[in-house]
C-alpha cells in the first residue's frame, strides 16, 4: 500500500525558514517523481513544485509564487522528499501536501494527508 | 500562464445528472484530470487522461474534453459525492501544474 506522510509543518514567522518532509512507502521511491501541492486556508488547490526522478534527471520545476524561495530535494535512500521553504511569507500560510507521479504521467494519484503551515508574528 | 476556469458551486437532486465545467484555452489538446476533496480530507484522483478511472473509482464518474471545455460527469448522484472538485493540467510549455479554482458541488 503507497503512503506518504508529511512532518515538520508549524508556526513560523514572516521570513523565516521551514523544511517539510515526506516520507514514502509501499512503492519504489527512486523510480517516481515527487510533487508537492498547497492549499490556504478555505482556498483551492495550488501546485507548488515538483522533482523528477533520478532516471529523468533529478532536476526541478516551481510555481512562480515561490521560485527562487523554495528548494525541492529528495533522498531515495531513506524513500524521503523535502521542501525547503526560505524567506516565508504570510500568503504561504497553507496545507501542504506531497504526491506521487511516474515522470511521464504529471496527475497526482497518490496523496499524503497534508501539513499545516502558519506564518505569522 | 495557463488558466482554468471552473464555476464557483454547482448544485444537483438525489439520482440526477451532475456536470462540472472546467475552461481553459484549447483544453481539449491537453489531458485534464480530476480530483474530489471532502472536507478535512486529502484530494483523491477521480479521472485522469479526461475519461479515465482509477480503480475504485464508481463508474457514475465519467469525463470529456473538447474544444475550450473540459467536463466532469457525476451520474446517479449521491449525498456521497458532495465535495469540492478540482481540474488539473501540465501546462507542457512552462513545464508546471495548473489547477482549476475548484466547484462545489452540493447535493439537495
Known amino acids: 500500500e503507497v503512503q506518504l506522510v508529511e512532518s515538520g509543518g508549524g508556526l513560523v514567522q514572516p521570513g523565516r525558514s521551514l523544511r517539510l518532509s515526506c516520507t514514502a512507502s509501499?512503492?519504489?521511491?527512486?523510480?517516481?517523481?515527487m510533487s508537492w501541492v498547497r492549499q490556504a486556508p478555505g482556498k483551492g488547490l495550488e501546485w507548488v513544485g515538483f522533482?523528477?526522478?533520478?532516471?529523468?534527471?533529478?532536476?526541478?520545476e516551481y510555481a512562480a509564487s515561490v521560485k527562487g524561495r523554495f528548494t525541492i530535494s529528495r533522498d531515495d535512500s531513506k524513500s524521503i522528499a523535502y521542501l525547503q521553504m526560505n524567506s516565508l511569507k504570510t500568503e504561504d500560510t497553507a496545507v501542504y501536501y506531497c504526491?506521487?507521479?511516474?515522470?511521464?504521467?504529471?496527475?497526482?494519484?497518490?496523496w499524503g494527508q497534508g501539513t499545516l503551515v502558519t506564518v505569522s508574528s | 500562464s495557463y488558466v482554468l476556469t471552473q464555476p464557483p458551486s454547482v448544485s444537483v437532486a438525489p439520482g440526477k445528472t451532475a456536470r462540472i465545467t472546467c475552461g481553459g484555452n484549447?483544453?481539449?489538446?491537453?489531458?485534464v484530470h480530476w480530483y474530489q476533496q471532502k472536507p478535512g480530507q486529502a484530494p483523491v484522483l477521480v479521472i485522469y487522461?479526461?475519461?479515465d478511472r482509477p480503480s475504485g473509482i464508481p463508474e457514475r464518474f465519467s469525463g470529456s474534453n473538447s474544444g475550450n471545455t473540459a467536463t466532469l460527469t457525476i451520474s446517479r448522484v449521491e449525498a456521497g459525492d458532495e465535495a469540492d472538485y478540482y481540474c488539473?493540467?501540465?501546462?507542457?510549455?512552462?513545464?508546471?501544474?495548473?489547477f482549476g479554482g475548484g466547484t462545489k458541488l452540493t447535493v439537495l
Open positions: 504526491t506521487t507521479h511516474l515522470d511521464y504521467t504529471y496527475y497526482f494519484d497518490y
Open positions: 509501499g512503492f519504489t521511491f527512486g523510480d517516481y517523481a
Open positions: 522533482i523528477r526522478s533520478k532516471a529523468y534527471g533529478g532536476t526541478t
Open positions: 484549447n483544453i481539449g489538446s491537453k489531458s
Open positions: 487522461y479526461d475519461s
Open positions: 488539473q493540467v501540465w501546462d507542457s510549455s512552462s513545464d508546471i501544474g495548473v
